[in-house]
């Protein structure tokens, strides 16, 4: 057998992963191709003695067609200067693997060549593979495995590595989907556990490297399964968002969450955040409920600033989603509201009180007004400087019920004017009487 000195070979390894397009029906794994077709192309070549080459495959109810680079000395009897020959000329040539050889003839002119190919798989290859627990290959099976040049030093691979021993159809599989020698060492490299061939290739199909292993396994995180790490990979989770979660003391957490986090803006440097504002033992579902609100860590930090340490995760929300802002709770304060409920500070925002509002109706000496005033001013369209106006005309004791009906009668501060000059205090409603007469 050829294992060692075949290992360039031309439809195996990296070369090969992006070059397979199937087509037709499914593959009939027990009947012989039919026909192989061949084709040379040097000028797609890396290098003078590098061709392009092609090999279609028919087989009963379907075929394939599979594309790589080829050095010259894999195509035994094919040389650069029939191919460089400008009149057409018949060339012959061997592609030779342990599992079996492909004899080509065909034509060459002008750097292309092409022809058909006859298959003839190794009956010693398959008694080696019986021999070792592996099964019993077909002509078919025998194919595959020669196609993607899987032989015993594959075999010897895997079990160096300590897998279990795989069936025939595992290995043609694994050469079918690019699982090459390299890959399956760095994979053992980083950490990837030796279970299956099949976990082997499904990690491969889905782009896991083995840097994304070994970077995972460094931030101290080995993924449960292969499932788990799959899912990991095609939500994108880094080895530093693993690493940050541990950092939060989320270090429990299913696969699921971990990618409900991710895929949710969940970052580390927003855990982070929150744990320096006091906020460290949240589950995965408040993490979430709060990253869908767009609650920052200034956010949280600002509440804590102003003395709200210890707020619920749905009393937090609840502010975010009003637009209850530090900017705005701390002008609350400072105009004597600092000891409003979460629902009262939600009244007011969402009734569209501004700071200016509550300054404005402070200063016009209205200091401990009720929310329940305050926002009956409010949606009366009282306005600060109304109040100022109810007060400077000695009307300083008036209820903000009271202020709020003689405006709602269409009484302004020049009506209160005319009616402070008649001499005396008026009455609430001989105020509107009069405003009602026309008098003021």
């Known amino acids: 057998m050829r294992a060692n000195s075949l290992r360039p070979a031309v439809l195996a390894g990296a070369a090969l992963a992006a070059a397979m397009i199937a087509f037709g029906g499914p593959r009939a794994q027990a009947a012989d191709p039919e026909t192989i077709h061949w084709q040379v192309d040097a000028d797609r070549g890396y290098s003078p003695d590098v061709v392009q080459f092609t090999l279609t495959g028919g087989s009963a109810g379907g075929g394939k067609m599979i594309s790589s680079p080829a050095s010259l000395n894999v195509l035994e009897g094919l040389t650069a200067d029939q191919l460089a020959s400008s009149q057409r000329r018949p060339v012959s040539f061997r592609v030779a693997r342990d599992a079996g050889q492909f004899q080509c003839e065909g034509f060459a002119e002008a750097r292309h060549a092409?022809?058909?190919?006859?298959?003839?798989?190794?009956?010693?290859?398959?008694?080696?593979?019986?021999?070792?627990?592996?099964?019993?290959?077909?002509?078919?099976?025998?194919?595959?495995?020669t196609v993607h040049n899987v032989g015993a030093n594959?075999?010897?691979?895997?079990?160096?590595?300590?897998?279990?021993?795989?069936?025939?159809?595992?290995?043609?599989?694994?050469?079918?989907?690019?699982?090459?020698?390299?890959?399956?060492?760095?994979?053992?490299?980083?950490?990837?556990?030796?279970?299956?061939?099949?976990?082997?290739?499904?990690?491969?199909?889905?782009?896991?490297?083995?840097?994304?292993?070994?970077?995972?396994?460094?931030?101290?995180?080995?993924?449960?399964?292969?499932?788990?790490?799959?899912?990991?990979?095609?939500?994108?989770?880094?080895?530093?968002?693993?690493?940050?979660?541990?950092?939060?003391?989320?270090?429990?957490?299913s696969t699921a969450q971990v990618v409900e986090m991710?895929?949710?803006?969940?970052?580390?440097?927003?855990?982070?955040?929150?744990?320096?504002?006091?906020?460290?033992?949240?589950?995965?579902?408040?993490?979430?409920?709060?990253?869908?609100?767009?609650?920052?860590?200034?956010?949280?930090?600002?509440?804590?600033?102003?003395?709200?340490?210890?707020?619920?995760?749905?009393?937090?929300?609840?502010?975010?989603?009003?637009?209850?802002?530090?900017?705005?709770?701390?002008?609350?304060?400072?105009?004597?509201?600092?000891?409003?409920?979460?629902?009262q500070l939600v009244g007011l925002r969402d009734r569209g009180v501004s700071v200016e509002f509550l300054e404005g109706v402070r200063q016009a000496g209205y200091r401990t007004l009720s929310p329940e005033e305050i926002l009956l001013l409010r949606d009366h369209g009282v306005s600060p400087d109304f109040v100022h106006e109810v007060v400077a005309l000695g009307y300083g004791a008036m209820s903000p019920a009271d202020i709020a009906r003689i405006h709602d009668r269409g009484l302004s501060a020049n009506a209160l004017r005319k009616a402070s000059a008649l001499g005396h205090k008026l009455t609430v409603d001989e105020l509107i009487r009069l405003r009602d007469a026309g008098t003021i």
Not at 130 to 145: I, M
């Open 262 to 343: 991710h895929d949710h803006g969940v970052s580390t440097a927003w855990l982070a955040g929150l744990r320096k504002a006091g906020y460290d033992k949240l589950s995965v579902s408040d993490l979430v409920f709060l990253s869908e609100r767009g609650v920052s860590t200034e956010y949280m930090a600002g509440l804590g600033t102003l003395g709200y340490h210890r707020l619920s995760v749905a009393q937090v929300a609840q502010l975010r989603d009003h637009g209850v802002s530090p900017d705005w709770l701390s002008g609350v304060r400072r105009a004597g509201y600092g000891d409003l409920s979460i629902d």
């Open 154 to 253: 594959y075999l010897d691979e895997l079990r160096s590595l300590r897998y279990p021993t795989p069936t025939v159809d595992e290995l043609a599989r694994a050469g079918e989907h690019g699982v090459g020698l390299k890959y399956m060492r760095d994979m053992a490299a980083a950490g990837f556990p030796p279970d299956r061939v099949d976990h082997l290739i499904l990690a491969h199909d889905h782009g896991v490297e083995p840097h994304y292993v070994a970077t995972l396994v460094a931030a101290g995180y080995r993924p449960p399964s292969t499932e788990d790490l799959i899912q990991l990979r095609d939500h994108g989770v880094a080895a530093d968002f693993m690493k940050g979660l541990r950092q939060a003391g989320l270090q429990g957490v």
């Open 114 to 145: 092409s022809g058909e190919c006859r298959f003839q798989g190794s009956q010693s290859f398959a008694q080696v593979l019986a021999a070792r627990g592996v099964g019993r290959a077909d002509t078919a099976e025998l194919y595959r495995l």
